[in-house]
């Protein structure tokens, strides 16, 4: 399984972004799509999952009102929009497979593929 983050880049406070995550390979028929990021000297942070195919998105309650999880499954592809975005945002963002489409986890251990990540830089 490959995965391919993109989107991240540099914005001010307060602003929108969307990120993409693309699957590509043995992704197999059942299968969740994960978005996680680390920030400088903290812990990765679980945001946001994506039962592909099912419509189901589970998302992390500390981000929840201001990020989303939406899928196109057509494209094998999840996207995390974020909205009023704080300098406290900025991390490297993550997307990442597995459990299943019924089973929507924030446990990273259960995630077996990861994307390389994408930086994103929130300014004040």
């Known amino acids: 399984v490959q995965l391919q983050a993109s989107g991240g880049g540099l914005v001010q406070a307060g602003m929108s972004l969307k990120l993409s995550c693309a699957a590509s390979?043995?992704?197999?028929?059942?299968?969740?799509l994960g978005w996680f990021r680390r920030a400088p000297g903290k812990e990765r942070e679980f945001l946001g999952a994506?039962?592909?195919?099912?419509?189901?998105?589970y998302m992390a309650d500390s981000v929840k009102g201001r990020f989303a999880c939406a899928q196109d499954n057509n494209k094998n592809t999840v996207y995390l929009q974020m909205n009023n975005l704080k300098p406290e945002d900025t991390a490297v963002y993550y997307c990442?497979?597995?459990?299943?489409?019924?089973?929507?986890?924030?446990?990273?251990?259960?995630?077996?593929?990861w994307g390389q990540g994408t930086q994103l830089t929130v300014s004040s």
């Open positions: 990442a497979h597995g459990g299943t489409s019924r089973y929507l986890t924030s446990d990273p251990g259960l995630y077996r593929y």
């Open positions: 390979g043995r992704t197999g028929s059942s299968y969740a």
């Open positions: 994506v039962g592909m195919g099912t419509g189901r998105t």
